[in-house]
């Protein structure tokens, strides 16, 4: 991916990158996760950990903390949002609640305390550590999260860091998400992202930044078990007279599948395209295409085992690893049902809501 040009796709021009669109990377996404899901799958959560400091570093922090990424090798980044005990109450208002990642300033440093989960690619190729891992975090125990919560940048090697073992996922196999602990860890106060409080909007900000793409994923596990689905009844009788296509419920079975994946292609590709044309600003139609596209390969995925039958269910069936892999996208990088409550209900809610501007490339709050 590093020499194909990806990770250097992640970083502006003027840092040495050549970033490109939320709609170049949907594009990518849709034909890689096609083949195998891994591979996306590591690159966003590398634009996950660099997303921040591209969006609020200053020139300083961007020189230092993105030259790993546009030099050749294989550098690796990191976001630190989900708690050992969840994150979708990583907003709560109440400050006894939420994140409980803590960092308190002694002196020119600050002291980083706490434990994270699912930190995709934090723990490096080999277990030294991602080159840069952007840790959620409080820098006050008794303010809200609009005024405490802040990205703080941990770079490789730095002492009191430890991956406590891996996660082992039913899919996603090739996909490391371990547990991080921060023990007494010491950066310089410099490498604050932003001002106290704007951890909350890089947050949200970055998550929405990989919507489209996981639906555009969810389109490619879709084709390829559309591919599977329609190989197998174009050619199998299964001891019948006729092809199992030529049966009307199969084939109707197989329209609708067809016709979903083209709805969530143009879906996600609408929602990449918002994004760029809002500035990145976007919050409706990027997570609202994630929440369709995952929960809709779900089901298509499972209607593709419905045709083929009994058969898909091997412990070497494709359709099967397939369905492992995309049982994850409704769950991660914020599920599902926190995203629904925590941005597109808020979003409704709020006055002067406009329902059309997303068709006109607006932003609706």
């Given at each position: 991916?590093?020499?194909?040009?990806?990770?250097?796709?992640?970083?502006?021009?003027?840092?040495?990158?050549?970033?490109?669109?939320?709609?170049?990377?949907?594009?990518?996404?849709?034909?890689?996760?096609?083949?195998?899901?891994?591979?996306?799958?590591?690159?966003?959560?590398?634009?996950?950990?660099?997303?921040?400091?591209?969006?609020?570093?200053?020139?300083?922090?961007?020189?230092?903390?993105?030259?790993?990424?546009?030099?050749?090798?294989?550098?690796?980044?990191?976001?630190?949002?989900?708690?050992?005990?969840?994150?979708?109450?990583?907003?709560?208002?109440?400050?006894?609640?939420?994140?409980?990642?803590?960092?308190?300033?002694?002196?020119?440093?600050?002291?980083?305390?706490?434990?994270?989960?699912?930190?995709?690619?934090?723990?490096?190729?080999?277990?030294?550590?991602?080159?840069?891992?952007?840790?959620?975090?409080?820098?006050?125990?008794?303010?809200?999260?609009?005024?405490?919560?802040?990205?703080?940048?941990?770079?490789?090697?730095?002492?009191?860091?430890?991956?406590?073992?891996?996660?082992?996922?039913?899919?996603?196999?090739?996909?490391?998400?371990?547990?991080?602990?921060?023990?007494?860890?010491?950066?310089?106060?410099?490498?604050?992202?932003?001002?106290?409080?704007?951890?909350?909007?890089?947050?949200?900000?970055?998550?929405?930044?990989?919507?489209?793409?996981?639906?555009a994923a969810a389109v490619g596990k879709m084709r390829r078990a559309f591919e599977i689905a329609y190989d197998f009844v174009s050619t199998e009788k299964r001891s019948g007279s006729v092809p199992v296509i030529d049966h009307q419920n199969a084939g109707y079975m197989l329209a609708d599948i067809k016709t979903r994946i083209e709805v969530g292609r143009y879906f996600a590709w609408k929602a990449a395209d918002h994004f760029d044309k809002t500035g990145?600003?976007?919050?409706?139609?990027?997570?609202?295409?994630?929440?369709?596209?995952?929960?809709?390969?779900?089901?298509?995925?499972?209607?593709?085992?419905?045709?083929?039958?009994?058969?898909?269910?091997?412990?070497?069936?494709?359709?099967?690893?397939?369905?492992?892999?995309?049982?994850?996208?409704?769950?991660?990088?914020?599920?599902?049902?926190?995203?629904?409550?925590?941005?597109?209900?808020?979003?409704?809610?709020?006055?002067?809501?406009?329902?059309?501007?997303?068709?006109?490339?607006?932003?609706?709050?």
């Amino acid at each position: 991916m590093v020499d194909a040009g990806f990770v250097k796709g992640l970083i502006p021009v003027e840092n040495g990158g050549h970033r490109f669109s939320n709609l170049q990377f949907a594009l990518a996404c849709e034909e890689l996760a096609r083949v195998e899901i891994n591979t996306p799958t590591i690159v966003l959560g590398t634009g996950l950990g660099t997303f921040p400091i591209i969006t609020a570093g200053t020139p300083e922090q961007k020189e230092r903390f993105l030259a790993p990424f546009v030099d050749g090798s294989p550098a690796l980044a990191a976001i630190a949002f989900t708690e050992a005990a969840g994150g979708a109450n990583f907003d709560h208002p109440d400050p006894r609640y939420g994140v409980q990642t803590f960092a308190v300033r002694d002196g020119d440093e600050w002291v980083i305390n706490g434990r994270k989960a699912y930190t995709t690619n934090a723990s490096g190729w080999d277990d030294d550590g991602a080159d840069i891992i952007s840790v959620v975090c409080r820098i006050d125990e008794t303010k809200p999260p609009a005024e405490s919560l802040a990205i703080i940048v941990v770079e490789k090697g730095t002492p009191g860091v430890t991956f406590s073992g891996i996660i082992d996922t039913i899919g996603h196999l090739a996909t490391n998400s371990p547990y991080v602990d921060f023990v007494d860890v010491r950066v310089p106060v410099e490498n604050l992202i932003g001002a106290p409080g704007d951890g909350l909007a890089l947050t949200k900000g970055s998550f929405s930044w990989t919507c489209s793409s996981i639906a555009a994923a969810a389109v490619g596990k879709m084709r390829r078990a559309f591919e599977i689905a329609y190989d197998f009844v174009s050619t199998e009788k299964r001891s019948g007279s006729v092809p199992v296509i030529d049966h009307q419920n199969a084939g109707y079975m197989l329209a609708d599948i067809k016709t979903r994946i083209e709805v969530g292609r143009y879906f996600a590709w609408k929602a990449a395209d918002h994004f760029d044309k809002t500035g990145g600003l976007d919050r409706e139609l990027s997570n609202m295409s994630k929440i369709y596209n995952s929960e809709l390969s779900v089901q298509t995925v499972y209607d593709a085992m419905r045709l083929v039958g009994v058969d898909s269910y091997g412990d070497r069936a494709p359709l099967g690893d397939i369905m492992l892999d995309v049982l994850c996208l409704p769950i991660y990088d914020g599920g599902n049902m926190g995203v629904r409550r925590r941005h597109l209900h808020e979003m409704l809610r709020t006055p002067g809501y406009d329902p059309l501007a997303a068709a006109e490339n607006r932003l609706s709050v």
